[in-house]
């Protein structure tokens, strides 16, 4: 089973950018398909992005796309999240999740993934 550890949250103002990393130990994420998820207070946890295992395929929520990059540096076992032009709805506790199964990046139900972080909190302000 695969460890992950989420790094890199904080306390931003609108309009603002963090870069979030998610350290892999355990197993080499060479052959993992990795994912980013959040959860607000009160709310569901909902998927933010997907990249596949060679990085060549990536899925984002709509509430997101052109705004969070997902990438990966497998070398490292890591992935990252970079995020651009926060808004105060981005608040939330941002977990990274981890599977193996071949599935394309546009599974991004909970179930699709089988190994999860602890999260990070990320706080934007207006």
């Known amino acids: 089973q695969v460890q992950l550890v989420e790094s890199g949250g904080g306390l931003v103002q609108a309009g603002g950018s963090l870069r979030l990393s998610c350290a892999a130990s355990g197993r080499t994420i060479t052959t993992y398909r990795m994912g980013w998820f959040r959860q607000a207070p009160g709310k569901e946890r909902e998927f933010v992005a997907t990249?596949?295992?060679?990085?060549?395929?990536?899925s984002y929520a709509d509430s997101v796309k052109g705004r969070f990059a997902i990438s990966r540096d497998n070398a490292k076992n890591t992935v990252y999240l970079l995020m651009n032009s926060l808004k105060p709805e981005d608040t939330a506790v941002y977990y990274c999740?981890?599977?193996?199964?071949?599935?394309?990046?546009?599974?991004?139900?909970?179930?699709?993934?089988?190994?999860w972080g602890q999260g990070t909190q990320v706080t934007v302000s207006s």
């Open positions: 990249i596949s295992w060679s990085a060549g395929s990536t």
């Open positions: 999740a981890a599977d193996t199964r071949p599935l394309p990046v546009t599974y991004v139900r909970l179930a699709d993934f089988g190994s």
